[in-house]
């Protein structure tokens, strides 16, 4: 039998030798760490919340050397059956840990009555002593031991528990601000932000292919629907737009309103011709999606969402811009105004797209030559187009 490791050896373990790359490398490394200390280990589960609009958090789960990992439903998982029938809900409460010797049903814990069914003997589950405890952090053993857990092996699981929190909370707060900054700011913006990017003033330059895009009749919308109703007509036409957006390689960088603003930067990999392209696909998915939707809305009858849409692109300056304690990551500079007024013109010629000489130049596409036109602000005289219809 292998001596059990002292706290010192562990904490020595996790500080140089652990691999500290993602949670599932900590949490797998632990596990068999654990194991080879002689700890009459079976299963272990690891629980951590984050803070993401769609997932809750996720689940570890190591059993006899292979793991998974599952990713909990944010709008279901405090509703949910079994959360609410589970140890980590009265963990959650009560904040101290939760153990129970499998030797009868548990028949209101279907989870623990599951693993006794498999062989197991004792169940403790521990909360992570955090520093910030408002989001389930646990981690829990099961064991096939007969007659369960002994005091030694409580008390060594305990302060092992102890030494792995603060590295695992680490990881956690290191991924609740990378999906933050993804979520507020954009993927892209995010990662610039949190590799250092937030001096006031810092940009730089790039060539970007621009979509600026808002729904038509959206005041009178507003002034005879209730505030609720408005705000799920907005979610539900962002949503749509945002995973059409994503699936072609463009990047929100802010909604106004009901307008959204998005780019299609240029990179070595992706030529300004490449970037417009990326752009019209989007635009043309846009349109089909919003057809369809707005069938089915009418059969319910709820009012349609229609939408105004501007191609253009150019330079623009990609970067901080705001007050000393209230920053924006965002893009300015005239090819950015020029979408705006273009979106503007879609108004004044009645067209869902209209399409900058900038942008028609770069596709090789049959366009429809609308004319030459004032845009507000702009000194010259600008030629724009709009998409064929397709039969």
């Not at 599952?70 to 949910?80: G, M, N, P």
């Not at 007969?146 to 290191?174: A, I, K, M």
């Not at 959204?260 to 990999?269: C, E, H």
Request: aromatic content about 8%.
């Amino acid at each position: 039998m292998q001596e059990r490791c002292s706290m010192t050896d562990f904490a020595s373990w996790l500080a140089n030798s652990a691999p500290h790359d993602t949670v599932s490398d900590l949490f797998n490394a632990f596990c068999r760490q654990v194991v080879l200390s002689d700890a009459p280990v079976w299963r272990v589960s690891l629980g951590l919340e984050g803070l993401h609009p769609e997932v809750s958090g996720w689940q570890h789960v190591w059993m006899q050397g292979s793991s998974t990992l599952e990713a909990t439903d944010r709008a279901t998982v405090l509703t949910s059956g079994s959360y609410l029938a589970s140890p980590t809900r009265i963990v959650d409460e009560t904040h101290a840990p939760f153990r129970r010797l499998l030797d009868a049903p548990s028949t209101d814990m279907p989870l623990l009555e599951s693993l006794r069914l498999e062989g197991a003997t004792d169940y403790v589950m521990y909360p992570l002593p955090f520093l910030d405890r408002t989001r389930t952090a646990v981690i829990s053993f099961a064991t096939q031991q007969p007659g369960g857990f002994g005091h030694d092996d409580l008390e060594f699981l305990s302060r092992e528990v102890n030494c792995v929190s603060p590295y695992l909370e680490r990881h956690v707060l290191r991924h609740i601000a990378d999906e933050l900054l993804a979520t507020y700011v954009g993927p892209t913006a995010g990662r610039r932000i949190i590799q250092g990017s937030v001096e006031r003033g810092a940009f730089e330059f790039i060539e970007a292919a621009i979509l600026f895009a808002d729904l038509r009749g959206f005041t009178q919308l507003s002034e005879r629907s209730l505030i609720p109703e408005v705000l799920n007509h907005l979610n539900e036409w962002f949503g749509s737009i945002g995973d059409v957006l994503d699936a072609n390689g463009g990047e929100i960088l802010k909604f106004i309103g009901d307008a959204v603003l998005a780019i299609f930067p240029t990179s070595p990999d992706c030529s300004r011709m490449q970037a417009c392209y990326k752009a019209l696909t989007a635009t043309r998915e846009i349109s089909r999606q919003s057809k369809v939707a707005n069938v089915e809305r009418a059969s319910r009858g709820k009012p349609v969402l229609l939408h105004r849409l501007s191609l253009h692109v150019g330079e623009v300056a990609y970067g901080n811009i705001g007050a000393a304690r209230r920053l924006d990551f965002t893009v300015i500079g005239p090819a950015v105004n020029r979408a705006g007024r273009l979106l503007e013109l879609a108004k004044r010629v009645e067209r869902d797209v209209v399409v900058s000489r900038a942008f028609a130049s770069e596709i090789d596409e049959p366009l429809v030559d609308l004319g030459s036109f004032r845009l507000r602000g702009v000194p010259q005289r600008q030629r724009v187009y709009t998409l064929q219809e397709k039969p």
